[in-house]
């Protein structure tokens, strides 16, 4: 089910902020609040366009303003086209998205709690922070204690139709993960440079 404010975010920033928004009921409901009548929106202005891709970054990963400025400025350092990958790529690289692509949590909100609840750990070590940054080569294991927990259960079912993006791995026998290369982007509904561009103003 849909909360009322995540209803209103993926009507007004579009249905790729929440997964549970991008489903065929979400699009059936959301056509019922258009009025018959109701006039075609205005055209936003450059700074308002702007303004809805950093809000889909922000609700998509679940980051306060300041953690989005701070991706922004660390990946500025690098100019030219390689400011957009370095700050997908360090957006993509937090835990508790990791986690997620992986498939052990059906959402990054999940994901993030499980991480803050210790449920894992990274390169042999507990890891209790989302924003942690794992790099090509790491490994990422479910806690001994945690394995029996009712959210890993039937854990080898649940990712049987599940494909990972190519840059991550995981073996739900071992309950083990890992991290096999840089991300890629493959959320199309980002508009990267618009964000950085409006943090450049």
């Known amino acids: 089910m849909i909360t009322k404010p995540k209803f209103k975010i993926c009507r007004r920033l579009g249905p790729g902020v929440y997964d549970k928004c991008q489903t065929t009921k979400f699009s059936t409901t959301s056509g019922k609040f258009a009025s018959p009548g109701a006039k075609r929106p205005k055209a936003l202005s450059e700074y308002g366009a ?6 889909k970054i922000r609700f998509s990963y679940g980051i306060t303003e300041r953690q989005l400025s701070n991706y922004v400025k660390k990946a500025s350092h690098i100019k030219g086209a390689g400011t957009a990958v370095k700050f997908y790529e360090d957006l993509e690289s937090r835990l508790d998205n990791v986690v997620y692509r992986m498939g052990l949590a059906p959402s990054r909100r999940g994901s993030r709690q499980m991480v803050s609840h210790g449920h894992f750990i ?9 924003s942690y ?4 080569g790491d490994i990422i294991k479910i806690r001994e204690g945690s394995k029996t927990k009712k959210i890993f259960e039937n854990m080898i079912d649940k990712l049987k139709d599940y494909s990972a993006p190519a840059w991550v791995s995981y073996d739900a026998t071992k309950m083990e993960g890992k ?3 840089k991300p890629k982007n493959i959320e199309t509904f980002l508009d990267l440079n618009a964000v950085l561009e409006f943090y450049s103003r």
């Open 50 to 55: 702007q303004l809805i891709e950093k809000q």
């Open 122 to 130: 990274v390169n042999d070590k507990r890891v209790t922070i989302p």
């Open 133 to 136: 940054e794992v790099k090509p």
């Open 179 to 181: 991290v096999l290369s």
